[in-house]
């Protein structure tokens, strides 16, 4: 089974993602 499967897709084909700068910590992406 591929890592996409287990992704929960939402309706729009979008799945919920959080980024993190590696350096800084800071949280790019909600």
């Known amino acids: 089974m591929?890592?996409?499967d287990q992704v929960?897709?939402?309706s729009d084909?979008?799945?919920p993602v959080i980024t993190q700068?590696?350096?800084t910590?800071?949280?790019?992406?909600?």
């Not at 910590?25 to 909600?30: A, G, P, R």
Request: no cysteine; proline share 0%.
């Open 25 to 30: 910590k800071q949280v790019l992406t909600l």
């Open 21 to 23: 700068e590696f350096e």
């Open 8 to 10: 929960k897709w939402n």
């Open 2 to 4: 591929s890592w996409l």
């Open 13 to 15: 084909g979008l799945a």
